[in-house]
């Protein structure tokens, strides 16, 4: 029984998402919460790369699925469902969640002592870099030290000397400020 902050199974039908020729991933992203905006486009980006393999035969013998969660922009919450997927659902990898203190509970909680694949879409903070991952934690978007180094320069190149910086006080925008 999906929890229910798990709303949806996709790439196979429901009654097939936990056959032996299935292979399950897990989907952390935010439908609701302060980051509820951006996570279904993040889920239909995965949906159609699901709907891509599974066009072409699926993995092997195997078909794709995810199963789609809502973090509700959570760090507790991301951890309870990361827990659930690696535990109940048996998922190798999990895609999400999208905001860096998220993804470092969920991965630090959960998700490395199941040795699961951990690939958020959108979290940038520095602080995922130094994690002791062993190659478990990946992203897809650049580190906020690349970010704040090219924001800095294009200011500096504007002529500005003083700038305020107003942040959310989360691994997110502590390390992109």
């Known amino acids: 029984t ?5 709303s949806a199974i996709h790439g196979v039908a429901a009654a097939d998402a936990w056959s032996p020729d299935t292979v ?6 935010p439908s609701s919460g302060g980051l509820g905006a951006f996570g279904p486009s993040m889920a239909q980006g995965a949906f159609l790369a699901v709907d891509e ?31 659930w997927l690696v535990d109940q659902a048996q998922v190798p990898a999990i895609i999400g969640p999208a905001g860096s203190t998220n993804a470092l509970r969920a ?9 699961a694949v951990l690939i958020t879409p959108s979290a940038t903070s520095p602080a995922l870099t130094g994690q002791q991952d062993q190659n478990l934690l990946w992203r897809t978007a650049p580190s906020d030290a690349i970010q704040g180094r090219a924001i800095s320069a294009y200011l500096q190149a504007e002529g500005l000397e003083k700038v305020a910086v107003v942040n959310r006080g989360d691994t997110y ?3 992109l400020t």
Do not use: H
């Open 2 to 6: 999906l929890p229910a902050e798990c």
């Open 24 to 29: 399950r991933l897990g989907m952390l992203l």
């Open 53 to 83: 393999v599974n066009q072409i035969g699926g993995l092997g013998t195997k078909k794709l699925a995810v199963i789609l969660c809502d973090t509700g922009t959570d760090p507790d919450q991301s951890v309870a469902l990361a827990q």
């Open 107 to 115: 991965f630090n909680d959960a998700a490395l002592a199941a040795q």
């Open 173 to 175: 925008g502590n390390g």
